[in-house]
């Protein structure tokens, strides 16, 4: 079954640094999404990636947060200078197209921000 | 405000006995709702949704407009049931489908 896979696993960085997660969604899905889940907290919404552009993203999602899917695989998630407050698990979610409201989701990336 | 509540944190119960999963939420428009699992170490995964009507290992789940509620039901739970649980809810129409709205997880235990 295909699998939406997200690099690096665990990423510990220093307050400040800049952090580029990594997700390879679905071969032939359309739509892209990030999420956040901070320790003991809810599953968040970040963003949602379509036909290159952005099309929605919350509040969480200010200008530290950037998305790129650069060479039509991968989708990144930057985060440009990194808080303690940014230390969260993040997950990359595709959706094949606009009718089936149906999210596959990655393992998850865990950022510690020291 | 869009929310989705889900009261119990944890819920704990014997191998065959009845499970309900509560699920309530606030939404002004027309929701779309859904259960995802994530089995211990394992990534977040569909359940079920409502507009499918269908059972998945079990479990059911029917959307009550009238009490805003969505719980997640199953008859005989199985050690194998033992899990989080997330309820989600997604605007029905429109481009921003996917993106979900989750309660703060339910844990099941199923003990033997």
């Known amino acids: 079954e295909p699998e939406v896979t997200q690099t690096p696993s665990h990423q510990v960085t220093q307050m400040g640094q800049e952090v580029i997660l990594r997700c390879v969604p679905i071969?032939?899905?359309?739509?892209f999404y990030w999420y956040r889940q901070i320790l003991g907290q809810k599953v968040e919404f970040l963003v949602s990636?379509?036909?290159?552009?952005?099309?929605?993203k919350s509040e969480i999602f200010d200008d530290q947060f950037s998305v790129e899917r650069p060479d039509g695989s991968n989708f990144t998630l930057k985060i440009r200078s990194t808080k303690l407050e940014d230390s969260a698990m993040y997950f990359c979610?595709?959706?094949?197209?606009?009718?089936?409201?149906?999210?596959?989701f990655g393992a998850g990336s865990r950022l510690t921000v020291l | 405000a869009q929310r989705v509540t889900q009261p119990e944190k944890l819920l704990s119960v014997f191998k065959g006995a009845p499970v309900e999963l509560k699920c309530n939420y606030s939404?002004?428009?027309?929701?779309?709702l859904f259960w995802y699992v994530q089995y211990s170490r394992q990534r977040l995964q569909l359940l079920l949704r409502?507009?499918s009507r269908e059972s998945i290992k079990g479990f059911t789940a029917d959307l009550n407009k009238g009490e805003t509620s969505f719980h997640l039901k199953k008859p005989f739970a199985q050690e194998e049931d033992s899990a989080m649980y997330y309820c989600?809810?997604?605007?029905?129409?429109?481009?921003?489908?996917?993106?979900?709205?989750f309660g703060k997880g339910t844990k099941l235990s199923v003990k033997p």
């Open positions: 979610a595709s959706k094949q197209g606009s009718g089936a409201n149906v999210l596959t």
């Open positions: 071969s032939n899905h359309l739509y």
């Open positions: 990636f379509y036909n290159n552009e952005i099309s929605e």
């Open positions: 939404y002004s428009g027309s929701p779309e």
């Open positions: 409502h507009i």
């Open positions: 989600a809810l997604s605007r029905f129409y429109g481009g921003s489908q996917g993106n979900l709205i």
